[in-house]
């Protein structure tokens, strides 16, 4: 049986794809922040996948480490003998106006949303290409195609990750290895209920259906990405905001 590999997915919708990924059949390796509380998260999560019917197995790495993201790869090869499908879905905000932002808010963004696409992308593209085949999706945002005002880190992290996938997509493509991006605009997760009322209702004006996301709407994107219906997409950004009108 084949296995998928997701960033950050013991909250919001890392959790919400590993689940569906296990209903579609896949093993799953969860990655986590390594803290107690994002473990005792994904234990859940992994107690979930495991009612599904499928092996889930817990991987703490912090994916903006070069050398976590390698130790981990290497252990979900001994564990599960193959990586068929990666979905790099940390992230993290630290928002405020440019002219305010500091180095240290910048860069903190920038390792942990940018940095670790290249880590990923270099270490589990390594294994894809030897087994020639996988499936890669990378959670880009609206902000990055758009921008959005107090975000000039994070739009810059998430155009960054719709250039590395397109760059990945002619790498790898020969080798039976597809990389794609979903840009996912107003989703209800723990990330956004940090938002205030009124910032939530400006938003909103935008969006063409008057409604946040579900994680599961976003969720159904990346398994369609990681099927076999998807065989033959690749380099694409697919855009998951309901209409978002900027
Ligand atoms: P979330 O609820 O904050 O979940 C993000 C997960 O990533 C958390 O479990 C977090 O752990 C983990 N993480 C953060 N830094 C990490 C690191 N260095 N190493 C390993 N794991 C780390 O956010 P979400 O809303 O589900 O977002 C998931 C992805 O979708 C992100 O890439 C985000 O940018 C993108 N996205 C979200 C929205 C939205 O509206 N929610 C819109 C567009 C794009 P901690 O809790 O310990 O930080």
Do not use: W
């Not at 068929?84 to 928002?95: P, R, S, Y």
């Not at 500091?102 to 030897?130: C, P, W």
């Not at 921008?147 to 493509?173: D, F, H, R, W």
Request: hydrophobic letters at 45%; one cysteine or more.
């Amino acid at each position: 049986m084949a296995t998928a590999l997701i960033t950050g997915a013991s909250q919001g919708i890392g959790a919400c794809i590993a689940t569906r990924l296990a209903k579609d059949g896949y093993h799953i390796a969860i990655n986590h922040y390594p803290s107690d509380g994002d473990k005792a998260n994904a234990e859940k999560v992994a107690a979930e996948c495991r009612d599904l019917g499928v092996e889930a197995e817990l991987f703490a790495a912090d994916v903006s480490s070069y050398d976590q993201c390698e130790e981990m790869v290497k252990a979900v090869k001994t564990r599960f003998g193959t990586i068929d499908a990666l979905v790099n879905n940390a992230g993290i905000t630290k928002d405020g106006l440019l002219v305010r932002m500091s180095e240290e808010q910048y860069d903190a963004v920038i390792a942990v949303n940018q940095k670790s696409i290249f880590h990923m992308l270099k270490l589990v593209g390594t294994v894809m290409m030897r087994q020639r085949s996988g499936r890669i999706v990378s959670l880009a945002s609206v902000a990055g195609l758009y921008g959005n005002p107090g975000q000039v880190n994070y739009s810059a992290s998430k155009a960054a990750i719709i250039g590395m996938t397109k760059t990945a997509a002619k790498e790898l493509g020969s080798r039976n290895v597809t990389v794609n991006a979903v840009a996912p605009g107003f989703i209800k997760t723990p990330m956004t209920d940090a938002l205030t009322e009124e910032q939530r209702k400006k938003m909103l004006e935008l969006v063409a259906m008057k409604r946040y996301a579900e994680p599961s709407e976003v969720a159904s994107v990346v398994s369609f990405l990681c099927s076999d219906d998807a065989s033959y997409v690749t380099g694409q950004v697919i855009e998951i905001s309901g209409g978002l009108m900027m």
